[in-house]
């Protein structure tokens, strides 16, 4: 079988294939994946079939047929998997960000009908073709970052037409473009606004009306933010019980704000992954990695306390020495973090949250891959796998948090495509 196309001369290549497929990475071996010095990726149409150091590279597969990519010397890696966004809404909340510059708290701006009641209210006005284009333009915005697979989460909604308008959008624009969309159910986002103070009767309205509507196929995840102000510990157990039995995988906002218990339920239950997280525990961290065998990941999303202006990050290096598997996220979204820069994210959590420069690597591709259940097709380089793939203008994989801010892709490849060039 002759390559359709050859990465060769990389400098380094990053493979984030660590000791074990079965589980992410975990404890010391979040930094200890494989990386080859002068190295090439070979891949036939849209997967990987080979990879190994140059003087490997099986020369007669290559055909006048072949586009060659020559890294130079450059870092190659997977594409990066964006485990935790909220890509589909109506409007934004630049209004809103002068407020709070101006020192009005998000309980002010809330008491007045802005956040997320803003957000709900253009999400529900907006027609589903002006959805879609926002969410294709940010797509744009994500694959230019190097994302190649994504996570999209509904939760603007919050009644049961507009929630499943996003997720119907949310899938359409996967289709239309080519990073990889994964959608979740946050219809639990927060109570609808005819629902005010009834957090019991949403939760049974979304069961009852909304549930039965979606195919785990397709929409495979159910999330719900637990949390003050939003759905006690109880409540998500009985919500997140109910979905389970109708045969989705479970994930879960927790211990964002307080510490209340959460997580540690969501993982009893088997949920996929425990999301903020920034008021757990390193003990209770290494709870849930012992009682799941580490198969629950950590999604962290350091650009949010620093958009908020918060000063409590999650503990990352007491997770990862706790031996539970860490991944890094933006959350994008048009409240508390309006940037797709997951570079910058990975940067932070080496800065705010105590991960070297390769466990957050780890954390924003195969460990995120595990976090949205795509561990098989991305997020590290083996053959069979998808060819998605990157090639950074960086020469050491420890440059990449360093370059604060910068995006330091040179190509993006996905599926065997190459569809960004800076060259």
């Known amino acids: 079988m002759s390559y359709t196309l050859l990465l060769r001369h990389c400098g380094q290549l990053l493979t984030l294939a660590g000791p074990t497929a079965a589980r992410p990475l975990a404890g010391p071996a979040q930094a200890s994946w494989a990386v080859i010095p002068d190295g090439y990726v070979a891949c036939s149409g849209a997967r990987i079939v080979a990879l190994g150091p140059m003087a490997e590279l099986d020369e007669t597969q290559v055909t006048p047929a072949t586009r060659v990519v020559d890294a130079a010397g450059r870092v190659v890696l997977p594409g990066l998997v964006e485990c935790h966004t909220h890509l589909v809404f109506g409007g934004n909340r630049a209004a809103e960000f002068q407020r709070k510059l101006q020192g009005e708290t998000y309980l002010d701006i809330l008491a007045s009908g802005g956040g997320i009641l803003s957000t709900v209210r253009a999400t529900r006005a907006a027609p589903e073709a002006e959805l879609l284009d926002n969410a294709l333009h940010h797509l744009t915005g994500f694959r230019r970052y190097g994302v190649t697979t994504l996570e999209a989460k509904s939760g603007y909604g919050l009644e049961a037409e507009t929630e499943l308008r996003l ?17 979740t159910f946050l219809g639990a986002h927060v109570p609808g606004p005819e629902y005010r103070g009834r957090p019991a009767e949403y939760l049974q309205m979304l069961v009852q009306d909304v549930l039965p509507q979606l195919n785990p196929v397709e929409v495979p995840f159910v999330d719900i933010f637990c949390e003050e102000g939003a759905f006690s510990v109880a409540e998500s157990r009985d919500f997140l019980t109910r979905a389970q039995q109708l045969g989705f995988g479970l994930k879960i906002h927790a211990e964002q704000l307080h510490e209340l218990g959460g997580c540690e339920m969501a993982a009893a239950l088997g949920a996929v992954s425990l999301d903020h997280a ?45 031996g539970l598997p860490v991944a890094v996220s933006t959350d994008f979204n048009p409240g508390s973090c309006p940037s797709k820069n997951l570079w ?45 793939l990157l090639v950074l203008d960086v020469a050491t994989a420890e440059e990449i948090p360093y370059w604060l801010g910068e995006n330091p892709v040179r190509h993006v490849i996905i599926g065997g495509e190459l569809l960004e060039d800076k060259a």
């Open 278 to 322: 920034d008021y757990l525990t390193p003990e209770a961290a290494a709870r849930i990695a012992d009682q799941t065998q580490g198969h629950t990941v950590a999604v962290l999303l350091p650009l949010v306390p620093l958009f908020l202006r918060q000063e409590r990050y999650a503990p990352g290096r007491a997770f990862i020495d706790a």
């Open 344 to 388: 910058l994210a990975l940067s932070m959590a080496c800065l705010k949250m105590g991960l070297t420069p390769r466990e957050a690597l780890a954390a924003v591709t195969i460990n995120a891959a595990w976090a949205i259940g795509q561990q098989r097709e991305c997020g590290s380089l083996a053959p069979g796998k998808r060819a998605d």
């Open 167 to 183: 997720l119907r959008v949310a899938r359409e624009a996967g289709r239309r473009q080519p990073v990889r969309v994964v959608p």
